[in-house]
């Protein structure tokens, strides 16, 4: 069964009374982080149910206050996709839908970074259309790095070391990656031969996103930053800077 093409401006928009959608799932049920240049690709399932028997299903990511007005649609033109009748329930139908995203041409600025609904419609076996603008969310978010630098190496015990760094994220108003500011991050260190790191401090992200802190030296390891994210940006560790302790 062929899911049907649509858009956020559908005109058809008559309920069939009795249709639901059930069980949406957006990217596998975790966030879409896309930095300036990310391709990848997303799918939606759902399950549809309609008394009369579902004809064909779709779905599709929008952005904005409305349907209407949205100032984003994922994908721009939906590709045709699947259901399958469940064989304990020809009533019910399980949908899924694949489609690509290429962050330098649908992300063309800031705002679109946070939550994208899902826009769930369906047909029935008697022509009867239904569409939901809401059936279920993800959350978009830019993509961020965080460098760490530990100085001087070597270094003698108990002489302070100077952990520095940046936070910075995608950009897609501008192009480029800039600095995030005022937001907390983690320093954390690993001990030489074990593989567990562990909590230091926490620093505040300066202008341009620096990072700067000191601790006292106190034997061989890593250090590390670790920025856990916002709902509108992603997740982000350093990997480890070796400082030798002498």
């Known amino acids: 069964m062929s899911v ?13 009374d009795g249709t639901t959608f059930s069980n949406v799932v957006v990217n596998g049920g975790k966030d879409i982080v896309l930095g300036l240049t990310t391709r990848k690709t997303v ?31 994922l994908p721009l033109y939906p590709p045709g996709g699947t259901c399958v009748v469940s064989p304990a329930d020809p009533a019910t139908s399980v949908c899924k839908v694949s489609f690509a995203v290429d962050a330098r041409r649908d992300f063309d600025h800031n705002g679109l970074a946070g939550t994208w609904k899902v826009l769930a419609g369906a047909q029935d076996t008697t022509d009867d259309w239904t ?68 909590a230091l401090k926490t620093v505040t992200s300066g202008v341009g996103g620096t990072l700067k802190t000191t601790v006292k030296a106190k034997t061989d390891g890593y250090f590390r930053y670790v920025f856990t994210g916002t709902p509108t940006t992603g ?12």
């Open 4 to 16: 049907l093409p649509a858009t956020a401006h559908a005109a058809d928009r008559a309920a069939a």
């Open 131 to 198: 569409e939901i603008d809401v059936a279920g969310t993800v959350n978009v978010k830019r993509y961020a790095t965080v460098t760490v630098n530990a100085a001087p190496e070597p270094v003698k015990k108990g002489r302070t070391i100077t952990v520095t760094g940046k936070l910075t994220r995608a950009n897609w108003d501008s192009g480029n990656y800039t600095g995030y500011q005022g937001r907390p991050v983690q320093l954390q260190f690993r001990k030489k031969g074990s593989s567990v790191y562990t």
């Open 43 to 73: 799918t939606i399932t759902w399950t549809a149910r309609d008394p009369e028997g579902v004809a064909a299903s779709w779905a599709y990511l929008w952005h904005g206050p409305n349907t209407d007005d949205a100032d984003g649609i």
């Open 235 to 246: 997740p982000a560790t350093a990997t480890g800077d070796f400082v030798d302790v002498r």
